[in-house]
Each structure stands twice: as C-alpha cells, then as structure tokens.
C-alpha cells in the first residue's frame, strides 16, 4: 500500500542503492572515485547536523568543530605511520619546530582502535559538556547557534597556535595511506569508496532508528514546542544534550573518513566558512529529512566542483544565486518539495479510489429514477 512511510523507506533504499553504483556509472576512474568518496565523507557530517537542526531545532554554527576533531584524531594516527622511518618515529613537522621526541599525547594514537575511539569520542564529550551547560540553562534560538559558532573559532584558534603539535596552519599532511593490519586502502580505489559509502549508510540506518523511536518522537515535539514537553514531565535538557552529543559523534566520523580521503587534516576543517557550509548543505537539501540532507551535501559540492571547473571566475556568483532561489522558493528545501508531491500523490490516490457499499446495504432506485441505498433487515 502507498503511503508516507512506505516512501521513505524507499528514498532511503534508492538513494543507498544509487550511492553504491557510482563506481560503475564511472567506470572505476580513480579521481572521480576519490572525489564522490569526498563528497559522501561531506554528505555523513551533514547527516550530523539534519539530527540537531532539522530534528531537535537546535541550530550549530559549529559542526565543524566535531568534524575537525575527528579529522586530526585519524591524521595523527596516519602520521605516526608515515613515520615510522624517521629517527624516533618523530613527525616530520615536530622536527622543523625542536620537538626532540613524540609527545605523551601522541602516543595513544599509535593504535588504530584508540585512535577512532578518540575520533567519534572526543567530539561527543566536548558537545555533551558544552551542551549540559547550554540546555540546563534553557538558552536556545540564535543564542545557541552564537555560543557554538564562538566554541568553534576557540577550537579553531587553538590547533593553530600550538604549532609544534598540530603543524599550526599547515596542518598535519603527508599521511599513510589507512590500513588495517596487512591490509591498506587506497584513497584513490573501489574499496575505499565502498568503505566510505558504507560508513554512509550505516549512519542513515542508526538515525532513522534514533529519528522513528520514542527519543525522536520526543525531539521533534521538543523541536515543536520545548515548554509544553517539559509540561508533561520530559527532561527537555536531556534528550537536547543527546541529540547534540549524537550529531558531533556523527561529524567526528566524517571528519576522520574526510582526513582519509585528503591525506591530510587542517585547521580550515575547522573553519566558519566550512560550518556554515554545512547549514547550507542541510537547507538546500531539506534539514528535516537525513536523506535529503546527506543528498544535498553530494549535490552541492558536486555542483561546486562543476562550475568550478566549467565558470572559474564566476563560479561562486553562480552557486551563490541558486542558493539565493533555493531559499526564496524552496524553503524547505529538495526533500520538502518531494515531500508535497508525494503528499499529493498519495491524496490523489486515495481519492480516486471507489467506495465500497456498507456490509448489508442494498442498492434501489426511487420513484424519480435516482438511486439511493437501504439497510436490509
């Protein structure tokens, strides 16, 4: 049977079983597989923020944050490998800055395992600290999205200063490739891409459980109206703070499969104009939906490197103006316009279909030829 549900289901298979056979529709090119595996690892943070924003209506101006986080989380660990040569295993960039031997904290990241336990746990127990202090406050609105967009520059501002440590505005570059044990994945191959659609996937599933369970049916109504929630005996506080803490997780992913994809982490993974991006990325596709969001990521940088190569002046102008229409005529963005044809469709559907007559009705014409239906007895 056609309905609302029964569609998204299906939004969420095509969209899987389409991201699965790019490496076919391009024919196993390796920049162009590197380049949709950037464009999925982009796709997860934006996810991470559909779950925030679109779902809980708590605004982050400072995704990038988490992501960032994450990214140099895997680029340590990357590093440590491609070092292995050098006297004492040193990175390169601690050399050039009098760093005699490989910090304490560094350490740790000698191990794959802590190192993504590091990526997805570190940005959650930032956001869940900072975000104890925000919802127990009851702040919310523009001043959430002023208060995690200033965290994001401090954070910003702090990998850059510690150069002997992060490589300061360089970043860490010159990575490994990531391997697991005797296995190593090229950047540039089939394997990785899968690796990174997978990841993909899987965070779809795991935030359409959280989305469709009694927890997101709460967030949304909180997303509605938190005071009559918390009417009602919720811990609007709580489920916010989840949320938060689920959606930075969600972007360390991303930031260390973003690193992978690159080969190098910088501070610009941390910048505004990339945090801001993302909002961009979750509003033309549909904050509301995390396929829609995930979709608009792909779409947009796709579009992006599109008219970048096609318009290298005026390439920019041009992405800025179909935001601009976007905004004015599709507020709610890509999927939302989906969302009203399918809601017309199934309307349509359901009007067109007969009406059976009631169980011991019967059918009899009156005196004047019209007909009318009677109760048998």
């Given at each position: 049977m056609l309905s609302k549900s029964n569609l998204s289901l299906f939004a969420y298979v095509a969209f899987a079983v389409a991201i699965l056979l790019v490496p076919v529709m391009v024919g196993g090119d390796a920049f162009l597989l590197n380049k949709f595996s950037r464009y999925i690892a982009l796709g997860i943070v934006a996810v991470a923020l559909s779950l925030s924003w679109g779902y809980g209506g708590i605004l982050n101006l400072g995704q990038g944050a988490g992501f960032g986080l994450g990214a140099y989380a895997m680029a340590m660990h990357l590093k440590l490998l491609a070092s292995v040569s050098n006297p004492g295993g040193l990175p390169d960039f601690m050399r050039w800055n009098n760093v005699d031997s490989v910090p304490l904290f560094w350490q740790p990241f000698h191990s794959l395992g802590i190192s993504i336990l590091v990526g997805i746990g570190l940005p959650a127990l930032v956001a869940a600290i900072v975000g104890l202090f925000i919802f127990r406050a009851r702040i919310a609105g523009v001043f959430v999205a002023i208060i995690t967009l200033a965290l994001l520059v401090v954070i910003n501002l702090l990998f850059i200063d510690q150069q002997r440590y992060t490589g300061g505005f360089n970043g860490i570059t010159d990575l490994a490739m990531f391997s697991v044990g005797s296995f190593t994945v090229d950047p540039y191959s089939t394997d990785f891409y899968y690796m990174t659609a997978g990841c993909l996937i899987a965070v779809l599933l795991f935030g359409l459980y959280v989305v469709r369970s009694k927890f997101g049916l709460v967030l949304q109504a909180i997303r509605g109206d938190a005071e009559r929630v918390r009417y009602f005996g919720y811990d609007v506080a709580a489920y916010q703070t989840i949320a938060f803490t689920l959606s930075a997780a969600i972007a360390g992913i991303a930031g260390m499969l973003y690193a992978m994809v690159l080969e190098f982490a910088s501070p610009t993974f941390m910048s505004v104009s990339l945090s801001l991006s993302i909002v961009i990325w979750c509003a033309v596709g549909g904050r509301q939906s995390l396929v829609a969001a995930a979709a608009g990521a792909i779409l947009?940088?796709?579009?992006?490197?599109?008219?970048?190569?096609?318009?290298?002046?005026?390439?920019?102008?041009?992405?800025?103006?179909?935001?601009?229409l976007v905004v004015l005529f599709m507020p709610r963005g890509i999927g939302g316009v989906v969302e009203d044809v399918v809601d017309r469709l199934v309307g349509a559907r359901r009007a067109v279909q007969p009406v059976e007559p009631a169980e011991g009705a019967e059918e009899t014409r009156s005196a004047d030829g019209g007909e009318h239906r009677e109760a048998r007895t």
């Open positions: 947009v940088n796709a579009m992006q490197g599109t008219l970048s190569e096609q318009f290298l002046d005026t390439a920019q102008l041009l992405l800025g103006g179909i935001f601009v």
